[in-house]
């Protein structure tokens, strides 16, 4: 039996609004093994993006009410802090955004977005960095 690498439980992420509650995610289940393919499809503002960046405490806390349970190797995503998260995002978990101006910034150079986000994961000096980025460009 494959091992359990993402286990969600009864996801739900409102959003109370002046003209009431919006549900935009409301009782989602699902497991994901390791070595499994899975997918997310569904009509837009069926509440796909919504559920990946609950996941990932990526929407404002402040305006989100988010509850249930997902459990990544064994941790609960939703229970963690913003540190927390941030030494699993980008590192073990991620999420790829359907908007490519959501991901690189046209004003600086790619090699450049790359070498931060290795450092931002893995302590490094910046030369070691730029060479995995060009190991990543080169792939």
């Not at 286990?7 to 919006?22: A, W, Y």
């Not at 390791?34 to 796909?48: L, Q």
């Not at 459990?71 to 490519?100: H, V």
């Amino acid at each position: 039996m494959a091992e359990v690498l993402l286990e969600v439980k009864d996801l739900s992420v409102r959003f109370p609004t002046p003209d009431g509650v919006v549900n935009a995610v409301d009782g989602l289940s699902f497991t994901v093994s390791r070595g499994e393919t899975f997918g997310i499809v569904g009509e837009s503002g069926s509440g796909k993006s919504v559920t990946n960046l609950a996941l990932l405490g990526l929407v404002n806390r402040r305006t989100a009410q988010v509850s249930g349970q997902a459990l990544f190797k064994g941790r609960d995503l939703l229970s963690l802090t913003s540190d927390e998260l941030r030494t699993i995002r980008g590192k073990e978990i991620a999420m790829i955004f359907q908007d490519p101006f959501a991901c690189l910034h046209p004003m600086y150079r790619v090699g450049d977005q790359l070498v931060e986000a290795v450092r931002a994961h893995e302590r490094v000096p910046r030369k070691q960095a730029e060479e995995r980025a060009f190991e990543v460009l080169a792939a």
